[in-house]
């Protein structure tokens, strides 16, 4: 048994394991996020209704079966900010 380690516990995958499991699973996809529009704090925000409206009904049921998911309501949150550098891993 490794230091550290606890019985019965699975070993964490390495990033070599990491890696080949990804490539052989192929691609993953890419998401493209739409533009950032500029709102300012007095703009009203619309309502839940309108935009569970836009939502495809297969999304709402998927959403529905996976998390029991409502929407209750719209808020606005600040723009996030720049992610910092990762710190170097410890090997």
Do not use: C, H, Y
């Amino acid at each position: 048994m490794e230091e550290g380690s606890v019985e019965g516990e699975a070993e964490w995958p390495d990033d070599g394991d990491e890696a080949a499991f990804l490539s052989e699973n192929g691609p993953q996809p890419q998401v493209e996020l739409a533009p950032r529009q500029a709102s300012s704090p007095s703009e009203k925000l619309p309502d839940v209704d309108e935009l569970v409206a836009r939502i495809p009904p297969g999304v709402i049921a998927l959403l529905d079966d996976l998390f029991r998911a409502k929407f209750t309501t719209v808020r606005k949150f600040a723009a996030a900010q720049p992610a910092a550098e990762e710190p170097a891993s410890k090997n």
